[in-house]
């Protein structure tokens, strides 16, 4: 067997499994480094051990939940079993791993026995990935690869690369059909140890819909909104904010967030729908800026619809007005936004998720 263990990019140093295992002195490593070093100890060393992880504060202020050892070992193996994916080959780990998201993949080279690849959570990282087998990244990490296309022979190696952490937008779609790997959207949360679900987006198997794991059962209720039901969840029926249409008995499609629902006069409206088109028809109009679709309270109506847009430069007059006249052709009347908000910044989680409220 070849030496696997984690293998720190930045500073080229490389400690094995085994040495982690044995309380290797870790005297000439820095304490980021430590940190990781010693969550893989505790997971290795301890048969029944409870870990206290970070939510990432998307939908509310961040909270500290309790994940026992055995429920991420139950996540990890069915993530490697659904890919299919080989032991001691190199685990690209290029997100932070105070999150549930870099703290599974570790589990994930720990129980493959993989090479880890620890490098900075980056959006900029392919100019000094050489290539890999297996990793994981957020969407912003995403369109930097999808951006430089001349680097992509490099990776065409790649058993599966798995993107979550928020939305892939769908105008990336063409881009990425053509990669040379195969691309995973992800479906999950802390509160589910990771993914529960995931969705080719490339090759000729690409779905338009999540697929969940072997142990996941799924159902929705009256609200539309995902219910989830795993030993993960210790059995017990947990119900998301997530709108979704069940396909069939193991797959669905996410449709939007139900608190980011907006009540015009009764209608309830998803902002994802709208704004999925707009990223389909009329992302020419958007400088790398980046939008969402909100309400705002209105006396007659309730709510009205408003696009804000996250930019240091106003558009035009002409441009807004173009901009309005395109949209009334590819949405109904009642959904298009009456306003434009510019803002300079938008507010966001620390693993890059924009803050709605």
């Given at each position: ?141 995403l369109k930097s690869l999808l951006d430089n296309e ?134 020419d109009f958007f400088e790398n800026e980046e939008f ?66």
């Amino acid at each position: 067997m070849k030496k696997t263990g984690l293998y720190f990019k930045d500073t080229q140093q490389f400690i094995t499994w085994q040495d982690i295992k044995n309380n290797f002195n870790l005297d000439l490593f820095d304490e980021e480094k430590i940190k990781i070093i010693q969550f893989c100890q505790k997971y290795i060393q301890n048969e029944n051990i409870d870990f206290e992880l970070n939510t990432s504060g998307s939908t509310g202020l961040p909270k500290k939940i309790i994940i026992s050892k055995k429920k991420m070992q139950i996540s990890a193996l069915a993530t490697i079993q659904k890919l299919n994916l080989e032991n001691e080959k190199n685990f690209l780990i290029c997100l932070s791993t105070d999150y549930i998201a870099g703290k599974m993949m570790l589990i994930r080279a720990i129980e493959a026995q993989a090479f880890a690849t620890i490098a900075s959570p980056k959006q900029h990282i392919w100019q000094e990935i050489d290539t890999f087998y297996f990793g994981a990244i957020v969407p912003v990490q995403l369109k930097s690869l999808l951006d430089n296309e001349d680097i992509w022979q490099k990776f065409d190696k790649i058993k599966a690369l798995i993107v979550g952490g928020a939305s892939i937008p769908s105008e990336w779609k063409k881009q990425i059909e053509r990669l040379p790997m195969p691309v995973y959207a992800t479906f999950g949360m802390t509160e589910t140890v990771s993914h529960i679900a995931l969705q080719l987006l490339n090759t000729q198997k690409k779905q338009d819909y999540f697929e969940v794991l072997e142990h996941i059962h799924i159902q929705k209720n009256d609200k539309n909104c995902l219910e989830i039901q795993s030993i993960l969840t210790d059995n017990q029926w947990i119900t998301t904010n997530d709108v979704v249409e069940i396909v069939a008995k193991h797959q669905f499609k996410w449709l939007g967030r139900a608190d980011n629902i907006i009540n015009i006069g009764g209608k309830k409206i998803q902002p994802e729908t709208i704004e999925n088109l707009i990223r389909l028809h009329l992302i020419d109009f958007f400088e790398n800026e980046e939008f969402f679709i909100g309400g705002m309270n209105d006396e007659k109506w309730g709510q009205k619809l408003v696009i804000y847009i996250e930019t240091k430069n106003n558009w035009t007059t002409t441009k807004m007005n173009l901009f309005f006249e395109k949209m009334s052709k590819i949405l109904p009347h009642t959904e298009i936004p009456s306003k434009i908000i510019f803002q300079e910044f938008f507010e966001r989680t620390q693993t890059g998720k924009i803050k709605r409220l």
